[in-house]
């Protein structure tokens, strides 16, 4: 899609120049050369924006972004009925208010201000066109990455390839507020709708296994292309390589699947997650001595408190994964301390 289209050819042709615009050519001018030697993601994105196109002549369309709370709207619910209907041909029957509002509204990750003034919490980054919504992206801003979680369009603006133009914006977002990562969420490679997350670079997909990030390249695009369960880490240990050229041109399976029960560390289904010692997840020792459990804000059948309010709490061990302090505590191991902060728990 052209980040320029929706103004209209007309505006794009348009050599007037207002009085109040010609101190700014020079400037202008300068900016065009220098982009000439380079493309800008974050100027591209926002170039065909409404707020920072210059007038007159007037665009032909009103194009809008903005950047909005998580909550229900009757609004961002047809776009929801829209796209479930026209786009994953769900029945009118499989879709919902109350399920829209459970799957992509308010979410548990409370929204706040960091101190550098940047958004943290769960937001939808909704796409208006002459004031009616085409599109959301629906987001987490994460301590270090944007964290993309479902994109949902109208049917008929699907020809402009909305879904790439809201990973790009994303992609920009994660740059214009100093994040380090963009997360693009699951990738599943023999699905055809997830595809699309490999034509961006570079792009890393996780090691089951081992929780190693490894490049989405053509040596892992054709390994994934035969095999149904792919562990670079535990495929490079065992010497087993590249699948043959004849072999990924045919597509024919090879044998190849997830480790069986007893060669898996963290087997053992009833255990802690502490005692997986599970790569990137604090230990026991590391919860308990940096962050205050007791404070994290639970909330059952609507009412909201303290985890440390729980009859039970003073009771239950961290490492017990079927008290709610063990519930937390292992939450609190994956996430880490900021996330931890922002979150209601719901029981």
Known sequence: MSAKLPNGIQYRKSKHVSPSRRQSISAFKMEKALRKNGFDLCHAVH??????LKTPPTPAHKFEVTLEPDTFTEEKFALFNDYQRNVHKEPPSM??????????????LIRTTRESGSPFG????????????????????????????????????????????????????????????????YYIHSCIKMRYKGDYSPQFV????????????????SRLDVRKYVSLSRERRLGIGAPTEKRAQDNTPETQ????????????????LFSTSMPGVLTASQVSTTMDLGKVRIRVRGVEADAEDLVTWTRDAIDSPYSIKGIIAELAAT?????????VVEF
Not at 47 to 52: A, K, L
């Open 47 to 52: 170039e065909s924006e409404y707020r920072v």
């Open 257 to 272: 699947s997830a480790p069986d029960a007893d060669e898996s560390e963290s087997s053992n289904t009833t255990s802690s």
């Open 206 to 221: 996780l090691d089951p296994e081992t929780y190693d990030w490894d490049a989405l390249d053509d040596d892992l695009r």
């Open 335 to 343: 996430v880490g301390p900021e996330v931890l902060r922002g979150i």
């Open 95 to 108: 879709i919902s208010r109350s399920g829209f509002k459970g799957f992509l509204c308010s979410s548990p």
């Open 122 to 185: 769960s937001y939808h980054q909704c796409y208006r066109v002459d004031g009616e919504l085409v599109a959301i992206g629906v987001i987490d801003l994460l301590p270090h990455s944007v964290s993309a979680v479902y994109f949902i369009y109208r049917d008929d603006v699907s020809k402009w390839n909305f879904g790439k133009l809201g990973a790009l914006r994303e992609a920009a977002l994660t740059i214009e507020e100093g994040l380090k990562y963009y997360y693009m969420g």
